[in-house]
């Protein structure tokens, strides 16, 4: 997407102007260093956005975005942005009605020009509403986000998803699991059928507080944090229609840059188990398998395709 000298070098210009599926943008400040401790540019974030697209933008296509706002480096201020200021005419918005009731005018991303375009405007992370097109009312998902309490960890998070993917299966539920691209795990079940919110909210609710029960030791269904250190947190609260989460295949404002990544039960699996697919050892070193920056998810997509796939295709009834 940069342009880029015959050696493979950038050219020595910050800001360019390129024609995207017949979109004029000018892309600036390409130079800036967003991730500064690692030497990752604007410029390199844009790259990854414009390679990794194909897989990411049917995830967001049709649902209005929160873009967490990093243009002076995820080191400086950052902010979670709602309303679509200084947009093209052409990039599509939606209306939703926020919190305390305010109407939100939020920037849609339907294409690669529309990506690019957000990621030029500093969104390091790109946050999806569960709900898509028309039907802002039917989210498309119900969504748990696995958030461990020091001193349990990702590890712990890995565990945790298993139990849930068990209990998800004795409903006759696939479910897909992702890293948050931070600390913890997201397990997606896709339902593609009419839903409401209040059917997924209280769906997760009742799921959580059965493995909180269950797994009292190690699982908490509720976010007091007093009693969240050594546990894993099942959030269910993101099932809402105020809420967002971070898109698969997006930015995390991490340093080194993480990305919130598609992974198979088999590596969950083999992360609890201290092991990978090609063999590895107990502990951090297979757990740190499971933790993905831009240029190694950029080779999982080409070998493995997108394995969020399903999460878009895959249609599903919740038990009454």
């Not at 400086?76 to 309303?83: A, D, F, H, L, T």
Request: charged fraction near 25%; glycine fraction near 10%; charge should be neutral.
């Amino acid at each position: 997407m940069i342009p880029r000298s015959a050696d493979g070098s950038e050219r020595e210009r910050v800001e360019v102007e390129v024609e995207i599926e017949g979109r004029r943008l000018r892309l600036s400040n390409l130079d800036k260093l967003l991730w500064p401790r690692v030497g990752f540019t604007k410029g390199a974030m844009i790259d990854y956005y414009a390679a990794v697209g194909p897989a990411l933008v049917p995830h967001i296509a049709g649902r209005p975005l929160t873009l967490a706002r990093f243009p002076d480096g995820v080191e400086g201020r950052g902010w979670y942005q709602s309303n679509c200021r200084g947009r093209p005419e052409w990039l599509q918005t939606r209306t939703i009605i926020g919190k305390a009731g305010q109407r939100l005018e939020l920037c849609v991303v339907n294409d690669l020009p529309s990506l690019m375009w957000v990621a030029n405007f500093g969104a390091v992370e790109i946050h999806p509403f569960l709900a898509s097109g028309e039907r802002q009312d039917e989210p498309a998902v119900v969504v748990f986000d696995l958030d461990p309490g020091p001193p349990a960890g990702f590890l712990e998070c890995c565990s945790v998803a298993l139990s849930l993917r068990g209990v998800l299966d004795g409903l006759g539920l696939a479910s897909f699991p992702k890293t948050s691209g931070s600390l913890g795990l997201h397990v997606y079940v896709p339902l593609n059928t009419p839903h409401s919110f209040t059917d997924t909210k209280e769906f997760a609710r009742a799921v959580a507080a059965q493995l909180a029960t269950r797994h009292a030791e190690r699982v908490v269904d509720v976010q007091r944090r007093s009693l969240r250190p050594g546990k894993v947190l099942i959030d269910w609260l993101q099932n809402d229609p105020t809420r967002s989460t971070v898109a698969p295949y997006s930015l995390r404002a991490t340093s080194p840059p993480s990305v919130s990544t598609p992974v198979t039960w088999d590596e969950i699996e083999g992360a609890v188990g201290g092991r990978d697919p090609s063999g590895g050892s107990r502990g951090a070193a297979s757990v740190e398998r499971l933790r993905f920056g831009p240029a190694e998810v950029l080779d999982r997509v080409e070998r493995l395709g997108d394995l969020f796939r399903p999460v878009l295709e895959l249609r599903q009834v919740l038990p009454p």
